[in-house]
């Protein structure tokens, strides 16, 4: 083996108390939950630099994902970030008072809302992601772009259960 990290000294002292005990699971999601801390950190630096809360991203991500003219419903901003109901309105007044977003009337349904980006927000969420992938990419600088292919595929496959869930 190569080199060894913290998790490999954590494995070897269960293994060495525990011997009864398969710590297979700790060797893969423990770096896991170790390399998520790290991704925590830089998409907080990076959302700081736009001058944006991570729960703020999510939401002006998902309105710029959607395309021009950067509208949803706020049901299909429930649908793309996984919030309540009740959350998602207290963030969308949220982003309103900061002139991020506006609210409309749906023009197809007059009793309906659309939440639609204005340009400022636009520009914020532009920033963050740039600034978002510049820092992933130096958390991935340790590796090929092989190996980031395979890593990405085997993450997917672990992750494709949850995402139905």
Request: glycine share 10%; no cysteine.
């Amino acid at each position: 083996m190569s080199e060894r990290d913290e998790v490999d000294r954590i494995v070897d002292a269960w293994q060495r108390e525990r011997p009864d005990l398969d710590f297979t699971p700790l060797h893969v999601l423990s770096r896991v939950r170790r390399l998520g801390r790290q991704l925590e950190r830089a998409r907080s630096a990076a959302f700081a630099t736009a001058g944006l809360d991570s729960w703020e991203f999510d939401v002006l991500s998902a309105l710029r994902r959607a395309g021009s003219p950067y509208q949803l419903s706020p049901k299909g901003l429930l649908a793309q970030t996984g919030v309540s109901s009740g959350t998602m309105t207290n963030r969308i007044d949220r982003l309103v008072e900061r002139g991020l977003v506006e609210r409309r009337t749906d023009p197809h349904d007059g009793r309906g809302i659309l939440v639609v980006m204005t340009p400022e927000g636009r520009d914020r969420v532009d920033s963050a992601i740039s600034s978002l992938l510049a820092a992933e990419s130096d958390l991935l600088d340790g590796l090929g772009a092989g190996d980031r292919e395979r890593l990405a595929g085997l993450l997917r496959k672990l992750s494709i259960d949850f995402d139905g869930a």
